[in-house]
């Protein structure tokens, strides 16, 4: 990697203070796992001058409950999340989720918070510097979005403009159907943000110098069957191609209450909101999972080549309602 | 029966396993020396462009740099079949093509400058379609290739070398078939086999004439054969193998990466390590050829075969080294596939705007199958037959016979491969659940079960030549010089059991050189699976000789004849009085007795494999699982038992059946870049997906070497792929007949997708 | 802005198979004066300091450029580069972590163990895990070994007998292209229960 300074951040607000300082010119780094593709690559246009590590800041790696919210911070790593007894026993559609992602190895050193502010995977975007240099398109400020008539097979269904790349994470899928918050810090104080807010499709709604703090998630209800499903190349270390998170309740065959939020389809997590209202009520079955699924995925529009991946969410859907 | 060898079939560790389960193998990025300089390779972002100039004022003055070179400070060295490609030329043909190289004292010294040499381009339109390379007024890559059409042949293979399966007569062939089918087929996927190890070296530059590079490579002998032709025959240069880091063949061939080092060593007068980082190796060095056929066969009702004609057009990327060698060798392979009297069919080499292709195992005959299975599946299942019967029954039998890569005809002298093949089917199940073409062999909801079967044979066990001497010492060791490296199949080991079994000494007593071309004499290296055969019987020849000057030697001592002697355990001994004996120092303590074996070209044996599948596809999302693998083969002799286990166990990765599922070099075919070139977007098996694999290996005696012994390593790869495509389209009861089945194209062939309109607003 | 402590190792006491280290503890007034820090790479402490020659950790280095490059312990290999292969697995404070995807500056008082690690470092006798993958012929090229070894030692470490399943779940992250897995899975279960 080239050469870059580094500082030892021991405070959120020392943090918050370099990045104000450093004026954009300064990267925030937690696992690391990211944010270390983005420096080998040299991909985007600005090289950081200082790499500031948020690991060094006590106390942000919790994962506790009270108050009947799950709160974790930003920095708790993945592997934390997957082997909490609170998480797996409460939230288990974010255990699955966290656990989904990557490999062991990179579950240990990723947090939280780098997986929601991870950068995209488009592989224009991430097109290395080394051979034959960057790619510049539309979410680098320049040209068009090169996926719209390349290869865009893994690309945005819904919900996007300009760039077409979708959220990769995981976490935030099913952060979303469990209705949590990003909280973060910035100069001009803390604000929370739902995680459904947190992504647009030029970049997340993080202002300038702010940092993700921590992430409150309120109870589920216990009889409430939650589900993720991811689909993928291959099993374990990919992204998802398509990912579904559900949170049902049902009372004798009825749904009470139902959640579906789709990933990989757009900038960020969609909640499948009608889908949601045309459940609640109604009894169960093949028939009206299918009918959920295709309302889900109603506002799809897909590239030259992700059609299919419509197809793949739908099944997706049925098969975490009927779960 | 118990076995007749000591050591011969017996497990034993690796030699090398200590060093290798220690972290103490000194791979070549591991390697260090003195005032070693760092080498790093700017590469073109253009698919097609003139260099009009170069500047480089201001990278000289950056701290450490010491050489960058351009095309114009080059010799003109040339690699290529014709060699028409120059080291670093005034041309760029593929995005990534080498434009300069800097020598700096870090790596990041050396990366760091890439960044400051400032070149102009005169961008040229490019192409990237076999077909479109084809066409008149298509962007011309070379002056030599008129068309884009490479020129064929292989004047290594000799005077007569294949270029085409023409013989016979095809018109009365087909007149002669109940059946015909015709049709387009391809294997377009270009996957890389990628090595873990990426291709490096390291050079040093020492007299006006002479290099020593450290290599990584598959085959440390050829790279020296293969410099010296390329540096005109001026230059001396030597080559020193190590452990290497996988190759599947395509490290057989480093030669860019060893020039640039050599040039820049060259340079400087320093040693200069270059070693690819992965990006480089999936963006900028070979890839399996992209094949595509346009052919028709005639079948009749019981599955003969009566006629074969078509084109089969071969993307070799930007440029060929061996691609014409893999066109001769899948030539001779696919009649040994299809004894068939009757061929007219007709390669065409093609060059395109990518990076490019060259050997991987399979070499040749995997991407000729991928296409022509397809093809003689639609007549298999007009005329209504078993695709495991056909295979059989057309595969080689001995006294059959086929045009190898020398233009020559050979008739099999080896065994009859019938019984593995119908072993396989039997651990398999194929009677059971073999349901007819187009139809699943269960079905569960969405999910529908499929099989299919798969086949290739080589005679390249016996291609090519090897040299090995052997040398025992009055200590009662031995040493064994061949210069080959061990690039996972375990055969150093092999080698050293061989010249044990031969010496019948413990094979801790006998070692074997570094593979250094300085001090080892021929060897084509092992490639084409004729390690056992080939280099097993220079090894053995050089044994046996040793074995025999010593007994003569010690004869007179013994008061006996040669012929009456035997050693072991490094003590010659009268056979018919074991108590009149005498240990190897007997020779007298200053001296060494060497042997010397040699092995020429045998391509009358042909090895063979069947492979059978099944998949479970996902008929709502598209995902294809593979569930089962069973390899059938015969190897006449087993030599090592969890070596070969391993070997047939490589059937998946590098580029072999995962080809056929989810392996793809993604191409973006309007700016030429490759999309996927890292080890996220490129996919590979992982342990969770680990199918069941079942190995059925017989041993039937092979008229090969004193072991009869064949090597089936390399063909594991190649009957996989199209057999998953049998597989997926019995599961889903449509043809599906592109690679890899991705989700999106069995979606696809289902019609449960239509293509997207754009815009996702 | 934070005031670094450095650590300076006074003397090394023999104990146990670790190299325990007495300390003594300085604080920097200024922020300028030579950064330090300190890592126990299997058992040994290695004082570095932070700067851009070549004897210093560069902020830039991963942690297996420091391992292989600065110490010299080539064991750990690096291959893709990228977090997607496990080929550069080591063991941080006991869990397997990514040496080309962490910085080494980063690393300051943790424990690191390699594949170098394992074996006994006075009789040379291998690690109970080293010894399975010697036995079962678990590997063909042995590039990808080392970090499979490390992930496996992982593994066995939280889970001393895990199922068929689990290891492969625990491997999921380690790429082998010769396809030597199927051995690698018989030698994890074969050392599992007996690993030290
Ligand atoms: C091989 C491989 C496979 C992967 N597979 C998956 C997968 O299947 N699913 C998935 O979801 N991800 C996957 N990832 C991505 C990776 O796991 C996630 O990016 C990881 O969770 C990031 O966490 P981190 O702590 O390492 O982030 P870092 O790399 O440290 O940071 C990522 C980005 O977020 C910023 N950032 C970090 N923390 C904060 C904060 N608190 N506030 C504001 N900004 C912050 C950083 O500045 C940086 O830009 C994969 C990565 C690799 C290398
Ligand atoms: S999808 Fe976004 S990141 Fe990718 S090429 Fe288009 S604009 Fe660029
Ligand atoms: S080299 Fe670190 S994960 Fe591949
Ligand atoms: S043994 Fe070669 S990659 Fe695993």
């Known amino acids: 990697m080239r050469s870059f300074t580094h500082i030892n951040a ?27 593709s983005a420096l080998k690559g040299e991909y985007l246009s600005r090289y950081p001058e200082t790499v500031i590590n948020l690991k060094s800041i006590s106390g942000l790696d919790y994962v506790s409950e009270d108050g009947g919210l799950l709160r974790i911070g930003a920095l708790a790593k993945l592997s934390d999340i997957v082997r909490s007894p609170l998480v797996s026993s409460g939230y288990r559609v974010l255990a699955e989720a966290a656990r989904s992602v990557a490999s062991p190895q990179i579950r240990n050193a990723a947090t939280i918070g780098g997986n929601l502010c991870q950068d995209i995977r488009c592989w224009y975007y991430r097109y290395p510097r080394h051979i034959g240099g960057p790619v510049q398109c539309a979410r680098k400020g320049s040209g068009p979005c090169l996926a719209v008539r390349g290869d865009n097979r893994y690309h945005a269904i819904m919900n996007s403009r300009k760039c077409f790349a979708v959220c990769p994470s995981d976490t935030a899928v099913a952060l979303a159907v469990l209705d949590a918050q990003v909280h973060v810090s910035g100069p001009e104080g803390d604000r929370a943000i739902a995680v459904t807010d947190f992504f647009g499709p030029l970049a997340n709604a993080l202002r300038s110098n702010e940092i993700v703090r921590k992430i409150e998630v309120p109870k589920v209800s216990v009889s409430a069957v939650q589900t993720f499903l991811k689909f993928t190349v291959r099993e374990p270390i990919d992204f998802a191609v398509v990912s579904v998170a559900s949170v049902i309740t049902r009372e004798e065959g009825v749904c009470t209450d139902a959640r579906i939020a789709l990933g990989a389809v757009a900038p960020g997590p969609v909640r499948a909101s009608k889908a949601e209202e045309m459940l609640k009520g109604e009894r169960i079955d093949e028939e009206m999972a299918a009918q959920a699924a295709e309302q889900a995925l109603a506002g799809a529009r897909p590239l030259s080549k992700n059609a299919y991946k419509i197809e793949i969410a739908k099944t997706l859907v049925k098969r975490a309602i009927l779960r | 029966m118990a076995s007749p060898y000591r050591f011969i079939g017996k497990t034993t560790p690796r030699k090398d396993a200590r060093e290798i389960v220690t972290g103490r193998a000194n791979f070549l990025a591991d390697r260090k020396f003195p005032g070693m300089l760092h080498g790093k390779v700017l590469r073109s972002p253009h698919p097609h462009a003139l260099i009009k100039s170069v500047s480089r004022d201001e990278v000289m003055k950056l701290p450490g740099v010491e050489a960058v070179l351009t095309w114009e400070d080059v010799p003109n060295w040339k690699g290529g079949t014709p060699r028409c490609t120059r080291i670093l030329d005034r041309k760029v043909r593929y995005v990534g093509d080498a434009v300069a190289l800097v020598a700096a004292d870090t790596e990041e010294h050396a990366k760091e400058a890439l960044r400051f040499i400032k070149v102009e381009y005169e961008v040229l339109p490019a192409v990237f379609d076999i077909e479109e390379a084809l066409k008149p007024g298509a962007p011309q890559l070379y002056e030599d290739f008129p068309g884009n059409v490479v020129t064929p042949g292989v004047p290594f293979f000799g005077p007569k070398n294949l270029k085409e399966v023409v013989r016979g007569d095809v018109e009365r062939g087909f007149a002669e078939a109940d059946v015909i089918t015709e049709g387009t087929f391809g294997y377009e996927n270009m996957p890389n086999p990628i090595p873990p190890e990426p291709p490096g070296v390291v050079a040093l530059w020492e007299a006006p004439d002479s290099v020593t590079l450290w290599v990584s490579n598959q085959a440390s002998y050829m790279d020296t054969v293969i ?47 270059l070693v690819l980082t992965k990006e480089e190796h999936l963006a900028s060095f070979t890839l399996r050829p992209a094949s595509r056929m346009s052919a028709k066969v005639g079948m009749k009702k019981d599955g003969t075969v009566t006629a074969v004609q078509g084109t089969w057009l071969i993307d070799t990327g930007y440029y060929s080294m061996t691609t014409q060698s893999q066109i001769a060798v899948g030539c001779g392979e696919v009649q040994i596939m299809v004894q068939c009297p009757n061929w007219d069919l007709k390669p065409v080499i093609v060059c395109t705007n990518r990076n490019a292709s060259g050997i991987v195992r399979g070499f040749g005959g995997q991407e000729l199958k991928c296409c022509l299975i397809p093809l003689l599946s639609l007549a298999m299942e007009k005329a209504g037959v078993d695709p495991f019967e056909f295979l059989k029954k057309n ?68 291609e090519d030549s090897s040299e090995a001497y052997v040398r025992l010492h009055p200590d009662g060791t031995a040493m064994l010089f061949s210069c080959v490296t061990e690039h996972g199949t375990g055969q150093v080991t092999n080698y050293i059991r061989m010249v044990a079994e031969v010496l019948q000494l413990p094979m801790e007593r006998i070692s074997i050189t570094p593979p250094d071309s300085l001090i080892n004499p021929y060897e084509f290296g092992p490639a084409g699976s004729r390690g056992t055969y080939a280099i097993g019987a220079a090894i053995i020849a050089a044994a046996e000789d040793a074995r025999q000057r010593l007994l003569e030697l010690i004869a007179p001592r013994l008061k006996a004849k040669p012929q009456d002697l035997d050693t072991v355990d490094g003590v010659v001994y009268r056979k018919d009085d074991p108590g009149v004996k005498i240990p190897w120092k007997a020779m007298a303590v200053d001296r060494t007795i060497t042997g010397y074996g040699r092995f020429d070209p045998d391509y009358s044996l042909v090895n063979c494999m069947m492979t059978f599948i099944e998949v479970e596809v996902d008929t709502e999302t598209g995902k294809v699982a593979l569930l089962r693998v069973v390899n059938a083969t015969d190897v006449g002799q087993i030599i090592d038992p969890p070596g070969l286990e391993n070997q047939l166990n490589g059937c998946l990765g590098s580029a ?37 694999i079942e190995n059925v290996v017989m041993e039937t005696p092979f008229p090969s070497h004193r072991f009869h012994a064949v090597g089936v390593g390399e063909i594991a790869t190649s009957p996989g792929p199209s057999a998953v495509l049998m597989a997926v389209s019995n599961a889903l009861g449509v043809w599906i007949h592109k690679y890899p089945v991705t989700p999106e194209r069995v979606l696809k062939t289902l019609g449960k997708t239509g293509s997207g309109k754009g815009g996702a607003a | 802005m934070e005031k670094r402590k450095s650590v300076r190792p006074v003397a090394f006491l023999k104990k146990g198979e670790d190299t325990v280290v007495r300390t003594q503890k300085l604080t920097r007034k200024k922020a300028r004066a030579t950064e330090r820090i300190s890592l126990t790479v299997n058992g040994k402490i290695h004082e570095m300091e932070v700067g851009t020659a070549s004897h210093q950790i560069d902020p830039a280095h991963t942690l297996a450029h420091t391992l292989r490059e600065t110490l010299g312990l080539t064991g750990t290999k690096v291959s893709c580069d990228h977090g997607a292969c496990g080929s550069c697995t080591v063991l941080m404070d006991g869990k397997a972590v990514l040496s080309c995807m962490t910085l080494t500056i980063e690393c300051d008082g943790k424990r690191i163990t390699t594949i170098e690690g394992l074996s006994d470092p006075e009789t040379g006798e291998l690690d109970p895990l080293q010894q399975a993958f010697v036995d ?29 399943e689990e290891v492969k779940e625990g491997l999921s992250g380690n790429f082998c292209r ?11 279960l074969a050392a599992s229960g007996k690993g030290r």
Request: with cysteine; glycine share 12%.
């Open chain 1, 10 to 36: 021991r405070t959120l607000d020392e943090a918050i203070e370099l990045l104000r300082k450093y004026r954009g010119r300064a990267v925030l780094n937690a696992g690391g796992t990211d944010l270390l």
């Open chain 2, 227 to 273: 410099l010296s032709h390329i540096m005109e025959r001026k230059i001396q240069p030597r080559t020193i193998g190590g452990p290497c880091g996988g190759s599947f063949g395509s490290k057989y061939m480093s030669w860019q990466v060893q020039c640039y080092a050599a040039l820049l060593s060259r340079a400087t007068r320093k040693p200069v390590k």
């Open chain 3, 178 to 188: 010769c396809i030597s897995n199927y051995h690698v899975v018989k030698a994890v």
């Open chain 2, 395 to 462: 595969f080689v039998r001995p006294g059959g016979g086929y045009f190898w890569r020398d233009g020559i005809w050979y008739n099999h002298r080896g065994i009859d491969h019938t019984k593995a093949m119908e072993r396989g089917a039997e651990v398999f199940g194929w009677k059971e659940k073999w349901k007819g073409w187009l139809k699943p062999t269960a079905v569960n909801g969405p999910k529908r079960r499929g099989i299919g079967v798969g086949i290739h044979g080589s005679a390249d066990i016996g």
């Open chain 2, 656 to 692: 072999g059946i995962d080809s056929a599922i989810f392996e793809e070099m993604i191409l973006d075919r309007s700016a030429g870049r490759m999309l996927n070139a890292n080890m996220i977007d490129y996919k590979w098996r992982t342990f969770p997906e680990l199918p069941v």
């Open chain 3, 136 to 164: 079962h012929t678990a590997f063909q090229c042995g590039f990808c070994t080392p970090g499979m070894i490390m992930s496996a030692k992982a593994l066995l470490g939280e889970n001393p007998s895990p199922t068929e």
